[in-house]
């Protein structure tokens, strides 16, 4: 999957590059594993063509224009397995603004410094130059000015440093950054009081009385614990101001809740596109079939076999799990780049 920290990625996935090796050498015998992050889709989907890179995670789009130009030289990219995450096998793509702007609707970008991410990014660039389009903006002529950033990342600094008005991104990739620039994304600091705390909270929580800081975006906590209060109490924060207390049955037991400070984040979600499939794994089309089912299996039982690894993908890329996918599940996407003469 292609990152602008690829090296640093390339060192943490290292461990299941080994595990990966393991498992399919059972069957295989002296067949060798060797991963790469890309710095880029296209390079991916150029090594896939040229047969110098056997398997990849890609993003939708991105595998729809592997297959289309495989498909040319007769081994067209086989879509293997779908990703899972927050539980779903899609996601959507989203319109972030500064609030300095003076954005309030999709039809004020006109004019206005816009960022995307890669030409061959689905969440972002192709759904939302699609939904920009739908509310008349088109960003080859009506924007000031665009450009590809090259990933998720750097298009949400850009956009909080003041460098772009907005931009395209998936849903929500200002997580990234909410614990070194807590004001990015609207959010609350809330002093939580546990009564008679639960035993599986002692761990997180020292103390029967913390402050803790929570997001109104799409994410998951560095503990499994505080993830799971952020779920338990986050609709009721979004009704309260601060000052305001109330009483919640939460994983912790009895948990009063009052909000010390609240925030509306520097950047807002102007819009949400219409459902994504998720990323997938893919395969270039002459690797051998049953190879191709092993890597499925393995990638499949990866959770309850080994979840120590499995946890990289889920630290990483916030993978849940995977599930069997075809060609066929991106048929309505494939339409969609058509329509949008992208493919």
């Keep these: 999957m292609p990152s602008q920290q690829a090296q640093t990625l390339k060192d943490d996935i290292k461990p299941l590059e080994k595990y990966l090796q393991k498992e399919l050498q059972e069957k295989y015998p002296g067949l060798k594993v060797e991963s790469f992050v890309a710095v880029k889709y296209m390079g991916l989907i150029a090594g896939m063509k040229a047969g110098t890179v056997d398997v990849s995670f890609l993003a939708p789009f991105s595998y729809l224009l592997s297959r289309r130009d495989t498909e040319r030289i007769n081994v ?22 500064s609030r300095s702007s003076n954005i309030k609707s999709i039809k004020d970008l006109k004019g206005k410094m816009f960022a995307f991410t890669d030409p061959a990014s689905t969440s972002g660039f192709l759904y939302p130059q699609i939904t920009l389009l739908a509310e008349g903006v088109d960003y080859r002529t009506d924007l000031k000015n665009y450009a590809m950033l090259g990933s998720h990342d750097n298009v949400v600094q850009g956009i909080y440093r003041g460098e772009w008005d907005a931009g395209a991104t998936y849903e929500d990739a ?16 809330v002093e939580l009081t546990f009564t008679n705390m639960e035993q599986i909270c002692a761990d997180t929580f020292l103390y029967d009385t913390v402050e803790k800081n929570f997001w109104d975006i799409l994410m998951r906590y560095q503990s499994p614990i505080v993830d799971s209060i952020a779920q338990e109490i986050t609709p009721s924060l979004k009704n309260m101001e601060v000052g305001n207390e109330a009483t919640i049955k939460t994983i912790c037991g009895l948990t009063k809740i009052k909000i010390l400070e609240k925030w509306n984040g520097e950047i807002f979600q102007l819009a949400l596109t219409t459902p994504i499939p998720n990323d997938i794994v893919a395969a270039r089309g002459d690797l051998n079939g049953n190879l191709m089912e092993e890597i499925k299996k393995v990638f499949i039982e990866l959770p309850e076999k080994n979840n ?36």
């Design 76 to 97: 067209p990219t086989k879509p293997l397995l779908r990703t899972i995450r927050f539980g779903k096998n899609s996601y959507r793509a989203q319109i972030l603004a």
């Design 174 to 189: 200002r997580k990234n950054f909410v614990y070194d620039f807590e004001n990015i994304a609207p959010g609350f600091k």
């Design 308 to 343: 120590k690894i499995f946890e990289i993908l889920n630290n990483i890329y916030s993978i849940e799990g995977f599930e069997k996918t075809n060609h066929e599940d991106f048929l309505e996407l494939k339409m969609l780049a058509e329509k949008s003469g992208l493919l």
